[in-house]
């Protein structure tokens, strides 16, 4: 299967924890994105990646998120001292090429509950 | 405010039934819109995109419109099956500004048989 990838699936952690979600996005791609979904909502932007670079931060990230992609190619988001209200599907997508025409595809998300 | 408002928010439908799924954006500057399908705890897979000077694209049972002038894009679904039972999100790019995608907060289709 050469989609994007997430993991874990699912993550349960206790309130204060610290957590890490990894992505790989589909080889070629040099566009990397994450958003967080809660429950009946759309996807909200977080932060984008080309190639090693972060472009662009959303103010929805505060400053217990971070998110990296070191060698342009795989993407680490983790979340320090964790929080209910961070409960939420997180999903990574990637795209290729300069243009914002390229379609997303996206990854099946990490599923996070903070306990 | 860049909004994406999609109606309605749930429908019911039987099988092998028809159904037009409506989305009205304020997104401006305008770079293209797209639909996305979204099976439950799975990630959003594309199913459109369309630029300005697109009125009408398929793929499939799946006929989306777009008015660039009105802002409003429809999504037909045609001869629906078990498996068309998803969210449906409309997202519009916002030109000028590298990545700003607004999404919609989806329509929830369940078909029954």
């Known amino acids: 299967d050469t989609g994007v990838s997430q993991d874990p699936r699912h993550k349960i952690t206790k309130r204060g924890q610290n957590v890490t979600f990894r992505c790989d996005p589909i080889s070629e791609h040099n566009r990397l994105y994450w958003y967080r979904q809660t429950l009946g909502q759309g996807p909200e932007f977080l932060t984008y990646?080309?190639?090693?670079?972060?472009?662009?931060k959303s103010r929805l990230l505060s400053d217990r998120f971070s998110a990296e992609r070191p060698k342009g190619s795989f993407s680490t988001l983790e979340i320090q001292r964790t929080e209910q209200g961070d409960s939420a599907m997180y999903l990574c997508?990637?795209?290729?090429?300069?243009?914002?025409?390229?379609?997303?595809?996206f990854g099946n998300g990490t599923r996070l509950t903070v306990t | 405010k860049n909004q994406v408002e999609q109606s309605p928010q749930s429908l019911i439908i039987l099988e092998g039934k028809n159904c037009t799924l409506q989305?009205?954006?304020?997104?401006?500057?305008?770079?293209?819109l797209r639909w996305y399908k979204q099976d439950t705890g799975r990630g959003p897979v594309s199913l459109t995109i369309?630029?300005?000077?697109?009125n009408t694209k398929s793929n499939g049972r799946y006929t989306a419109t777009l008015d660039a002038d009105t802002k409003q894009s429809s999504l037909h679904i045609t001869a629906s099956q078990l498996s068309d039972s998803a969210s449906y999100i409309c997202v519009v790019s916002e030109g000028n500004a590298g990545n700003m995608l607004t999404f919609g907060g989806g329509t929830r289709l369940m078909v029954k048989p």
């Open positions: 989305c009205n954006y304020t997104v401006s500057p305008f770079s293209n």
């Open positions: 997508a990637s795209s290729y090429g300069t243009s914002h025409n390229s379609p997303l595809h």
């Open positions: 369309m630029t300005f000077s697109e």
């Open positions: 990646f080309q190639n090693e670079a972060q472009l662009e």
